[in-house]
């Protein structure tokens, strides 16, 4: 989506940590969702953040700043499993083109 | 678990066939949407509903329409495929934000892989 900006893609070690930054536009804030697409699979919700500030649950957490208009989803202790895209969705119909992520051994 | 189906799963059609796609849900959402989405591509929305008799059009949505008579149902129509219309594509659903609704997500069906000879 155009109103939506994260890397292309992020390579990390399995067991390692990754940050994947995400900014948007800031008019009409809905909220900010993150999900998670395996490849040649539907995507599935990860995490929500209207406040700022941070969600964790488990090895994941999202961080939130309305002012800037930046989002962050961190994704700790890597598995080979979380090989996957993560798009990040202000919910307003617009996708993010997503991150790539890609743990190596 | 997201009860939101689709169906075919696969689907080879040959040029010029009129098909469509079903999308169903029995979670009461109200809002629905179909995506298309190419490998390795972001989701481009299509068509969306916020509620019975009521549809728009997303970004992509030429050559295609949708119909949302009830609030579980909402298929998608090609009136004559093409082969630019092979591709996947993602049906979700999602609540409206209220009482007992503190996260509005998106859940998405299974897809439809579609292949146009």
């Known amino acids: 989506g155009q109103n939506i900006d994260q890397p292309t893609e992020m390579t990390a070690t399995e067991g390692a940590i990754v940050q994947i930054n995400c900014t948007y536009q800031?008019?009409?804030?809905?909220?900010l969702f993150w999900y998670q697409q395996h490849a040649g699979e539907a995507p599935t919700f990860l995490s929500y953040n209207v406040l700022d500030g941070l969600e964790e649950k488990g090895r994941f957490s999202s961080f939130l700043s309305r002012s800037k208009g930046y989002s962050y989803l961190l994704l700790k202790e890597l598995q080979m499993k979380d090989s996957a895209s993560y798009l990040c969705?202000?919910?307003?119909?617009?996708f993010g083109a997503g991150t790539q992520v890609v743990v190596t051994p | 678990e997201a009860d939101i189906y689709q169906t075919p799963r696969y689907l080879v059609i040959g040029t010029g066939k009129k098909i469509t796609l079903e999308c169903s849900q029995t979670m009461g959402h109200d809002k629905m949407y179909w995506y298309q989405q190419d490998p390795g591509m972001e989701l481009h929305l299509i068509h969306y509903s916020y509620g019975v008799n009521s549809t728009e059009k997303g970004d992509l949505s030429s050559e295609s329409t949708v119909s949302r008579i009830r609030t579980e149902h909402f298929p998608l129509t090609l009136e004559s495929a093409r082969p630019s219309h092979t591709s996947q594509y993602l049906c979700a659903s999602q609540p409206k934000l209220g009482t007992g609704t503190l996260v509005n997500e998106q859940f998405f069906g299974p897809g439809t892989r579609l292949t146009v000879l």
């Open positions: 969705d202000e919910g307003k119909l617009q």
């Open positions: 800031t008019s009409g804030f809905n909220g």
